[in-house]
């Protein structure tokens, strides 16, 4: 998965290049020629094809095999429900593609597009599904919307460990907390979608309560720097800019 996500991601234009390789590395610049033959290559096809084309990557197997047995669906109920789960994952990759995390306020987006797709796809579950295929597609979908979000968190972390400079215990501290405040928001998104006062509360809650833990993790001028990325409006340039004109303290070891 890895892998595949430096495939996906990775862009020469991107300020802090790919976590965990090379800028100037032959394997990096390979995979950078076959990712802009593969763009090519899909813009020129259709979404059908570009569904076969990913299915590779973001494979819906397991899923369907999964939720046919917690739901235990006959083989028509899975054949039927078998496009509408591919549907979901390529409208799922959607988010993860849009989200940048050197970019400021990507992680307000992230989560205001994991709300508006899934708003979206209530509205479009077929009515002539039975109860039981609708819980399957909803339990689907969750699943899929988990494995993106996985996605995200870990890039999310890959470039705060840069971006920060943390040591190894600071690191370990923020993922710990970033790992529960990206699994509470997703419950409250899945509880709260219908009452938005209600939901709105409780996102603000979490992203308090992360402030909190992360700012017994990282100094003030880290705390600075985190909530400015959190927000919109500065330019990842005058952040960097910001950032390497900073002392951190001594890394942990």
Same mark, same amino acid.
């Given at each position: 998965? %890895? ?5 996906? *991601?990775?862009?020469?234009? $991107? ?45 819906? +197997?397991? /899923? ?5 047995? *917690? ?5 028509? +109920?899975?054949?039927?429900? /078998?496009?509408?789960?591919?549907? %979901? ?48 597609? $909803?339990?689907? $979908?969750?699943?899929?919307? $988990? ?20 040591? *190894?215990? %600071? ?17 409250? /998104? ?20 992360? %402030? ?29 800019? +910001?950032? *390497? ?9």
């Amino acid at each position: 998965m %890895e892998e595949i996500r430096n495939t996906v *991601r990775c862009f020469p234009n $991107r300020p802090m290049g790919c976590f965990g390789t090379s800028p100037h590395s032959t394997n990096r610049t390979k995979t950078i020629v076959l990712l802009i033959v593969l763009l090519v290559l899909l813009s020129h096809s259709t979404k059908k094809s570009f569904s076969q084309d990913t299915s590779q990557f973001f494979g819906v +197997e397991t /899923i369907v095999r999964d939720v046919k047995t *917690r739901f235990k669906l006959s083989r028509s +109920e899975v054949r039927d429900l /078998i496009p509408s789960i591919k549907e %979901e994952n390529q409208n799922v990759i959607l988010i993860y593609n849009h989200y940048s995390p050197d970019e400021p306020g990507s992680l307000p987006a992230l989560w205001r597009d994991v709300i508006d797709f899934r708003i979206d796809f209530e509205a479009r579950v077929r009515p002539a599904f039975t109860k039981r295929q609708k819980a399957a597609l $909803r339990q689907a $979908r969750t699943e899929l919307e $988990r494995r993106i979000l996985n996605l995200a968190f870990q890039d999310c972390v890959g470039f705060l460990g840069e971006f920060l400079d943390l040591g *190894r215990l %600071e690191f370990e501290g923020v993922e710990r907390v970033l790992s529960f405040d990206f699994k509470r928001k997703h419950q409250a /998104i899945l509880k709260h979608l219908s009452n938005t006062s209600l939901l709105e509360t409780e996102i603000k809650k979490v992203n308090d309560d992360t %402030e909190q833990m992360l700012g017994r993790i990282l100094s003030s001028r880290q705390m600075r720097l985190f909530r400015a990325l959190s927000a919109s409006g500065d330019s990842v340039a005058s952040l960097l800019a +910001e950032q *390497r004109s900073i002392s951190f303290p001594a890394r942990s070891v």
